[in-house]
C-alpha cells in the first residue's frame, strides 16, 4: 500500500479534525472542550502516522481505541451527557474512527498477506 493514498485514514483524518473543532461551535460546554480536543488530536496524530506508514497496522487499532474512548467519554465522564448536541458529536466521531479504523486494520493485513 502507498503512503498516503489510504481513504479510509484521509476520513479518520477529517473526523478528528471535526473533534477538535468541533468546541468552537458549542461555546464551551462544560468538560466538553478537554476531551473533545484531547481525543481529536489522539486521532489526528494517529491518523497522520497510517497515513504516512500504511504497513503499520498497530496505528489503525490504536484509533480503534481512541474512537472508543471518545464514543463513550460523555457516559464515562458524566460531564456533557445532558448536551445532546455534544453528545452526539463525540458518539458520531467515535463512531467513524472505530468503523473506519477498523477496515483499514483489516485492508492492511489483507494487503501484508498478498
Same mark, same amino acid.
Not at 485514514?9 to 466538553?32: C, H, K, M, T, V
Not at 491518523?47 to 464515562?76: D, F, I, K, Y
Given at each position: /500500500? ?20 468541533? $468546541?468552537?461551535?458549542?461555546?464551551? #460546554?462544560? &468538560? ?16 497522520? @502516522?497510517?497515513?504516512?506508514? $500504511?504497513? /503499520?497496522?498497530?496505528? #489503525? ?5 481512541? &474512537? %472508543?474512548? /471518545?464514543?463513550?467519554? $460523555?457516559?464515562?465522564?458524566?460531564t456533557y451527557d445532558d448536551?445532546?448536541? @455534544? ?9 467513524? %474512527? /472505530? ?10 493485513k489483507a494487503a501484508q498477506?498478498?
Open positions: /500500500m502507498k503512503a498516503w493514498s489510504r481513504w479510509q485514514d484521509w476520513a479518520i483524518l477529517a473526523a478528528g479534525l471535526y473533534g477538535i473543532l468541533s $468546541p468552537l461551535w458549542f461555546d464551551g #460546554e462544560r &468538560g466538553a472542550t478537554g476531551t473533545l480536543l484531547t481525543f481529536g488530536i489522539l486521532i489526528v496524530g494517529t491518523a497522520v @502516522v497510517a497515513l504516512a506508514r $500504511p504497513a /503499520m497496522v498497530w496505528a #489503525e487499532w490504536v484509533n480503534t481505541v481512541w &474512537g %472508543t474512548l /471518545m464514543l463513550t467519554a $460523555p457516559w464515562a465522564y458524566g448536551n445532546w448536541d @455534544v453528545t452526539l458529536t463525540s458518539a458520531i466521531v467515535g463512531l467513524v %474512527t /472505530m468503523a473506519l479504523s477498523l477496515h483499514a486494520a483489516n485492508t492492511g498477506r498478498s
